[in-house]
């Protein structure tokens, strides 16, 4: 992956803050409290895992730490600076990207498109209403770039809609990726990938700049224990544990939480 | 540590307080005014305002319910109103008001069928295709109704008869008002009430309360979904029809009268909040009542009060006083 | 159904893709000069109603944003570029840019109030601001003429000729209403094939996408709408410049209709598609109207048939007939809304 992208988030980043934090974070919907006061702090260049079994709140969470959501309560700072009450689109410009749970891509477009978009935004040309897209060479380049970098270059000029799921899943990452960001959510990057598909995106994401912070909520624990420096684990909107991946492997509440999960599994099956 | 106030929220805010401030102003001040120099003539202008408020909620009702259950947005809505109210007029005749009760039962129910077919024919082969597709082609139908109309009635103005027992006045705190007006607000409160019962306490009031929420899952439960959408649509514009038909006598008919209404009806839906029936029923209380007294004491400026004042919910509350966001 | 519509980029060879522009351009310059005086005022407002119409496209066909209430802006530049004739000075240098002008700033105030909304809400407020500006125009009668128009406007005039009066010609006019049309026309192909308007178009393909990649949606639809008003405002003002009277009957919603028709006809998201369908519903307007009152009608009837069956227009028509689809997927119609 690209150095320079590495250098532009190592040069920006000041070491003394937190390359993301989250204090206190609640979020209720309606009767249901999604988000019960969340707290993390996650350093620059860290992989952070978010698990948890389903309806824990990992997605609130990161609909919350992205923006898209207003937490009830609780702040969310992003390399020391409260962004609680910008809009998403500020906390992208400051440097923050993610990718959604379900494809949110512009399927009537064509894959080459869909990256251009993204970084026709961070290079600040989108307003120019005068000159031809295509005139611009470092717009193209870097599209150019972050396809090849996904592998995605052969498939440029097909429309989204046309692509396979596990190329859409691809593009998503592409399209936050273009934006060069220097903290990344991932939601849950592989959902319903085959193995060879999941392996080349454990490929592709351990590929990405050691400066770039990463958060990502998976299922999969084999792609955890993958890729995590750290492991915070949701439970009913609190966190139940947080530590390096051993700790947390050993943690007995832990155990008990996807224990009864398994064995509700293996009863199924049976 | 520092904290980012959004440039825009700010000004959403101070644009809010200044259009409420100039309707306060504007039409507040000249109101406690009337009602402590004239107590009567503003109690009487608060019926006048229950009773429009009341017809423009049956209107809007159908609207929210339609749009919240099958996410249709149909603007020939005000059609519905209109055709209820020619046909009473046809139906009536030259009997003189005899046969209103005759009108009031046989125009909505010819104004649901026309909904059917409408709905059968025309609306669901674009279901599917998303809001845009089903705006162009109600308003298409919106168009093609008003110039029928005005081909088989005329361009003229033109007032419905009514029933010689509904004519006369009624006492109410000691002061006379029209029997026919009182007799809407009693009707519009009950139908509210009915409305609200079926929807909360029948089985096919929980599987529309259900479609709202969740159509695919109410198909998935194996419930004819598509039948129900046809009972909702068919009731949504008969509802139409049956405000067209009261609203006759009192505020006359012509062929503009559908988009008059239509107007209307989308702010009150706007203002309560889409697929909210209580949305609708605050909404058209709020924007009825205002929209009266406006009339009466800013004559020039009620149609601007009224947008004021949707354009003042808007900006604190986007979605609406009862609005959920749009997923 | 994948319903993939195509721009009508045909892919002809190098040399022969100037030829039918070309073509075109020839015809619509020798046509005043071989045709009767009422095809050629017909094919004026043609062109100005293309401008209106390809405003309306930008907003609709390229940002996804339904405005109910277009004719608003046709309106305001219609009643400035009158009202100053009438009051001011007849001269264009100065009744077009105040028209301009007055066309911009209420795009500005009806899209900053409009464009934080979407769909019905949108829809219902575009709507709602023009119906107050009909009643204004319909009410203020010392300043717009009230029911009755504003009447007794002089001819534009360019400072050329004492007395004014030098577009008088219906042949002169006209090319001066070319003139600006193709300086619209080009304009805006220029405007969609910039990262501009691309960004419009991802603004109407995800704008939820948009904006978490850092995109101040709002922003941007609020410049493509002032941008939108102020061209239709330039059409309105053309409009009063041809008819030399002004009715409310222009911000009132058939107006904003007509348009929304004309686009949708046409072919919405293809600029010249709106164009085109501004011709076919003029000359058929023209031809039912000598013949029946029944006009609303058949437009609706007409229109309904377009958006069941021919639902991208008359290009969407013709790249099916034609059969080629262009390689490049450029501002294409999704389906999904």
């Known amino acids: 992956m690209s150095n320079e992208w590495g250098a532009e988030v190592n040069s920006a980043l000041s070491t003394q803050h937190s390359a993301l934090r989250v204090d206190g974070l609640r979020r209720q919907f309606g009767g249901l409290t999604a988000l019960g006061g969340v707290s993390f702090s996650v350093a620059p260049g860290e ?27 609780g702040r969310v700072y992003l390399e020391g600076e409260d962004v609680t009450d910008l809009p998403n689109y500020e906390r992208a410009r400051l440097g923050l990207a993610r990718t959604f749970q379900r494809n949110n891509l ?30 611009l060479a470092v717009v193209t380049a870097e599209t150019d770039q972050v396809l090849g970098e996904l592998g995605l270059a052969e498939r440029g000029g097909v429309l989204v809609r046309n692509l396979s799921y596990g190329e859409q899943r691809q593009l998503e990452v592409a399209i936050a990726v273009a934006s060069r960001p220097r903290v990344l959510l991932l939601d849950e990057p592989t959902a319903g990938m085959s193995p060879a598909e999941t392996t080349a995106m454990v490929r592709l994401v351990s590929a990405l700049p050691a400066e770039l912070t990463l958060l990502i909520i998976e299922h999969d624990m084999d792609v955890v ?16 544990a947080d530590g390096e991946p051993e700790t947390v492997r050993g943690n007995p509440r832990v155990a008990e939480v996807y224990m009864g999960l398994e064995a509700q599994v293996m009863s199924d099956e049976s | 540590m520092s904290r980012r106030w959004s440039f825009d929220a700010l000004t959403q805010r101070l644009l809010a307080v200044l259009l409420f401030g100039l309707v306060g102003w504007l039409l507040l001040v000249p109101l ?18 229950l009773a429009y408020s009341l017809l423009i909620f049956l209107i809007a009702a159908g609207f929210t319910l339609i749009f919240g259950m099958m996410d249709v947005i149909n603007l020939a809505h005000g059609s519905f109103y209109m055709l209820g109210a020619y046909f009473a007029f046809t139906i009536v005749g030259r009997t003189g008001g005899d046969n209103f009760w005759l009108a009031l039962l046989l125009a909505p129910l010819g104004v649901a069928l026309v909904g059917v077919v409408l709905e059968l024919g025309y609306l669901r082969p674009v279901y599917k295709r998303g809001h845009l597709d089903q705006v162009l082609l109600t308003f298409g139908f919106a168009y093609v109704f008003s110039d029928i109309v005005r081909t088989v009635w005329g361009s003229d103005i033109r007032s419905l008869a009514y029933a010689p027992a509904l004519q006369g006045a009624v006492d109410i705190l000691g002061r006379p008002y029209p029997k026919y007006r009182f007799l809407v607000i009693v009707f519009g409160l009950l139908m509210a009430l009915l409305l ?14 259900a479609g709202v929420a969740d159509p695919e899952m109410v198909s998935g439960l194996g419930i004819n979904i598509t039948v129900v959408f046809t009972v909702v649509f068919a009731v949504g514009a008969a509802l139409a029809a049956l405000s067209g038909v009261i609203a006759g006598p009192i505020l006359g008919m012509h062929p503009g009268m559908d988009f008059d209404v239509l107007i209307v009806a989308l702010i009150v839906v706007v203002v309560g909040g889409l697929g909210t029936l209580s949305g609708s029923f605050w909404g058209s209380l709020l924007i009825g009542i205002a929209d009266t007294f406006g009339k009466v004491l800013q004559p020039d400026f009620s149609m601007a009060l009224t947008f004021a004042v949707m354009a003042a919910v808007l900006l604190l509350r986007p979605a609406g006083l009862f609005g959920r966001k749009a997923d | 159904m994948e319903a993939e519509a195509r721009l009508a980029g045909a892919r002809l060879s190098r040399g022969s893709r100037w030829l039918l522009p070309a073509v075109l351009l020839v015809l619509l310059a020798v046509y005043p000069l071989v045709v009767p005086s009422y095809l050629l005022s017909l094919l004026t407002e043609v062109l100005i109603y293309g401008i209106f119409a390809m405003s309306l496209d930008l907003l609709l066909g390229y940002t996804g944003l339904v405005s109910f209430g277009h004719a608003a802006f046709f309106g305001v530049g219609a009643y400035v570029a009158g009202i100053t004739a009438v009051r001011l000075t007849p001269h264009m240098g100065i009744t077009l840019p105040l028209a ?34 009909y009643a204004v125009a319909f009410k203020w009668t010392p300043v717009t003429g009230g029911s009755n128009g504003l009447s007794g406007i002089p001819r534009p005039a360019l400072g050329l000729v004492a007395g004014g009066g030098e577009l008088a010609d219906p042949i002169r006019f006209y090319f001066f209403t070319l003139v600006m049309f193709l300086l619209v026309y080009f304009g805006l192909k220029r405007v969609v094939g910039s990262p501009f308007g691309h960004t419009l178009v991802g603004i109407r393909e995800n ?36 008819n030399v009277f002004v009715s409310p009957a222009l911000l009132n919603w058939p107006t904003s209709g007509q348009v929304l028709v004309m686009v949708i006809i046409g072919g919405a998201g293809t600029l010249i598609g709106p164009v085109l369908g501004a011709g076919l519903v003029l000359l058929l307007q023209n031809l039912v109207s000598s013949q029946t009152d029944r006009w609303p009608m058949i437009m609706g009837a007409v229109f309904i048939i377009f958006v069941l069956v021919a639902r991208f227009g008359m290009v969407g028509i013709w790249d099916r007939i034609v059969g080629r689809l262009a390689r490049r997927p450029g501002p294409v119609l999704s389906d999904e809304s």
């Open chain 1, 47 to 73: 992989r952070r895992a978010i698990i948890g079994p389903n309806g824990a709140g990992k997605t609130t969470l990161f609909n919350v730490i992205s923006g898209e959501l207003a937490p009830t309560d």
């Open chain 1, 106 to 135: 512009f399927l009537g477009l064509s894959v080459r498109e869909n990256v251009r978009l993204a970084v026709q935004a961070r290079r600040g040309v989108a307003h120019r209403i005068w000159s031809r897209v295509d005139s």
């Open chain 1, 225 to 240: 224990f993958a890729l995590a420096d750290r492991i915070t684990v949701l439970h009913y909107g609190e966190v139940l």
């Open chain 2, 32 to 49: 406690v005014q009337l009602a402590l120099r004239s107590p009567d003539t503003a109690f009487i202008q608060l019926l006048n305002g």
């Open chain 2, 196 to 209: 609200w019962l079926v929807l909360e306490r029948t089985r096919l009031g929980s599987i529309v309360r």
């Open chain 3, 100 to 133: 301009l002008l007055g066309a911009a700033v209420a795009a500005l105030i009806i899209g900053y109030l409009s464009v934080r909304t979407s769909g019905i809400y949108f829809l219902m407020l575009t709507l709602a601001f023009a119906q107050v500006l």
């Open chain 3, 207 to 242: 704008e939820a996408r948009m904006s978490a990649i850092g995109y101040n949606v709002a922003r941007y639809k609020l410049a493509a709408f002032v941008l939108a008003g102020v061209l239709a405002g330039l059409a309105g003002a053309l409009n009063t410049y041809l």
